[in-house]
C-alpha cells in the first residue's frame, strides 16, 4: 500500500522568512510523481510544484522548492521569501504511473503573519 | 490553460431532492475524477473516468451517480443523500502524459 505522512499539522512563518513543510511517502513503485498542492480558503486545490521521481534534480517554482530524498523517502517543500498570500492548508501527495490514484497526506495549515 | 469548471459553485438540497453537479474541462485531458473532501480533511476518490469509461468507483454508496457524456465533461448525479453526504466536492482532470491532476474550485453541497 502507499502511504503519505505529513507530520506537522500546523506551522507558521513570519511574512518575508523561509519555512519548510515535511513530507514522507512509502511506495514500493520504482516509477511515481511526488506533488504539493495549496487549498487556500477559497477551497481551490492548486498545483504548486512537482517532481518525477527518476529526475535527481530538485524541482523548483519561483520561490517554491522541494528537496527530494528518494532513498530516504522524504519530499519536503521549502517556500522562500514567505507572503501573506501563501497562507493555506499545504498537501503533499503521490501518483504512481501505472495509476490514476493521488495519494494525499493529511495536510499542513500554513499561517504568515506580517 | 489549466482549467476546470464546476458547476454550481453551492448547492443545498433536501434528502428526497435529485439534483447535479457539473464538471467541464477543455485541456484534452483524457482522465476525470470526483473526489469528497470533508473539513479539515484531505480529498477522497470517488470515480475515475479514463477515455470516458469508469474505470476506479472506490465503493461510493449509488445515491451517487457518475456519467460522463464526453470527452469534456463529467456528471455526478445526487439522489436520496444524507446530511453526512454535506462536502465539498471536486472535480479534477488529467492528461496521461503529464500525469499531473487539475482540480475546479469545487462543489459546496449541503443536504438538509
Known amino acids: 500500500a502507499q502511504t503519505v505522512t505529513q507530520s506537522q499539522p500546523e506551522m507558521s512563518v513570519q511574512e518575508a522568512e523561509t519555512v519548510t513543510l515535511s513530507c514522507t511517502y512509502d511506495t514500493s513503485e520504482s516509477d511515481y510523481y511526488l506533488f504539493w498542492y495549496k487549498q487556500p480558503p477559497s477551497r481551490q486545490m492548486i498545483l504548486v510544484i512537482r517532481q518525477e521521481a527518476y529526475k535527481q534534480q530538485n524541482a523548483t517554482e519561483n520561490r517554491f522548492s522541494v528537496n527530494f530524498q528518494k532513498a530516504a523517502k522524504s519530499f519536503s517543500l521549502k517556500i522562500s521569501d514567505s507572503q501573506l498570500g501563501d497562507a493555506a492548508m499545504y498537501f503533499c501527495?503521490?501518483?504512481?504511473?501505472?495509476?490514476?490514484?493521488?495519494?494525499f497526506g493529511t495536510g499542513t495549515r500554513l499561517q504568515v503573519f506580517p | 490553460d489549466t482549467e476546470v469548471t464546476q458547476t454550481p459553485k453551492h448547492l443545498v438540497m433536501g434528502m428526497t431532492n435529485k439534483k447535479s453537479l457539473k464538471c467541464e474541462q477543455h485541456?484534452?485531458?483524457?482522465?476525470m475524477y470526483w473526489y469528497k473532501q470533508k473539513a479539515k480533511k484531505p480529498p477522497e476518490l470517488m470515480f475515475v473516468y479514463s477515455y470516458e469509461k469508469l474505470s476506479i468507483n472506490e465503493s461510493v454508496p449509488s445515491r451517487f451517480s457518475p456519467e460522463c457524456p464526453n470527452s469534456s465533461l463529467l456528471n455526478l448525479h445526487l439522489h436520496a443523500l444524507q446530511p453526512e453526504d454535506s462536502a465539498l466536492y471536486l472535480c479534477a482532470s488529467s492528461q496521461q502524459e503529464r500525469n499531473t491532476i487539475y482540480f475546479g474550485e469545487g462543489s459546496w453541497l449541503t443536504v438538509v
Open positions: 501527495a503521490l501518483r504512481s504511473y501505472n495509476t490514476d490514484k493521488l495519494i
Open positions: 485541456m484534452g485531458h483524457r482522465a
